[in-house]
C-alpha cells in the first residue's frame, strides 16, 4: 500500500496554480488521464489497456493491484495516450471555490482504494478513474463509469508520439497476421468472440447491474 506521505501539503498544488508543460521523458501529465496497452489483452483488442489519473504535479496515479495505488511508476509502461482536463471543466473545483483542489479529489480517491480489492472484471483501473472524476464532478456530472471513460480515451485521447502509436498496434498487427495466417477464419471468430465477451461484460456489468462493476 502506498503512503499518504505522497499528498504531503508541500507536494499538492493549489487549484489556482499554473500547471507545468507536460513532459513525457519525466512522466509527468499535470491534470491528465493516462492509458497505455496492457499485454496480450491489447495483442487481441488494441484500445483496450491500463489507465491512471495524475496530479496536478503531473504525477501518475494509477490502481495496479489489491489495496495498491501506484504512486508515479505506471504500472504497465510508459503513457502511450493522455487526455488532459481543464479543472474548469469540474464543477466540484468550481463550486468550492478553493475548498477543494483537484489533488484533495485524488487523495480521497487514493484513500478509498488502497482498501479495494483488485478484479480485472469488477474493480480495475478504470473504476479508478472513473471515481476520480466523478468526485470532480467532470463535465458537470457524476456519471463517469468504464464504458464512457473507456469511450472518452478512445476519442479525445492524444498520443504522445508516433512511437507511443506503434507500440500501441503494432503487437496487433504482428497477431493478427500470424493468426490469420495459420488459423484463417476460426482465428477471426475467436478474436471476435473473445472481444464481444469482454466488452459485453462491462456493458451488462455498467448499465444493466448498477452495482456490479466498482466506481
Not at 121 to 149: D, I, K, P, Q
Request: net charge neutral.
Amino acid at each position: 500500500m502506498e503512503s499518504d506521505g505522497y499528498f504531503d501539503d508541500e507536494q499538492m498544488v493549489n487549484k489556482s496554480t499554473q500547471l507545468d508543460p507536460i513532459d513525457p521523458k519525466r512522466a509527468r501529465f499535470p491534470c491528465c488521464i493516462v492509458w497505455t496497452p496492457l499485454p496480450i489483452i491489447s495483442w487481441f483488442i488494441p484500445f483496450i489497456g491500463h489507465v491512471g489519473i495524475c496530479r496536478e504535479d503531473g504525477v501518475i496515479l494509477d490502481f495496479a493491484g489489491p489495496n495498491f495505488v501506484c504512486v508515479d511508476h505506471f504500472a504497465f509502461g510508459a503513457v502511450a495516450r493522455y487526455v488532459q482536463i481543464s479543472r474548469e471543466e469540474c464543477l466540484k473545483l468550481t463550486e468550492s471555490r478553493g475548498a477543494m483542489s483537484w489533488d484533495d479529489a485524488l487523495r480521497k480517491g487514493t484513500q478509498e482504494y488502497q482498501h479495494m480489492s483488485y478484479s480485472l472484471f469488477t474493480c480495475n483501473c478504470h473504476s479508478f478513474v472513473a471515481n476520480n472524476l466523478n468526485r470532480l464532478v467532470y463535465h458537470g456530472h457524476e456519471g463517469w463509469n468504464v464504458v464512457n471513460l473507456a469511450a472518452h480515451i478512445f476519442l479525445r485521447g492524444k498520443w504522445v508520439n508516433k512511437a507511443s502509436l506503434v507500440k500501441a498496434y503494432l503487437p496487433f498487427l504482428i497477431v493478427f497476421c500470424i493468426g490469420v495466417f495459420l488459423g484463417g477464419s476460426k482465428f477471426l471468430l475467436g478474436v471476435v468472440a473473445f472481444a464481444v465477451a469482454l466488452i459485453g461484460w462491462f456493458l451488462i456489468g455498467t448499465y444493466c447491474f448498477k452495482n456490479l462493476i466498482h466506481l
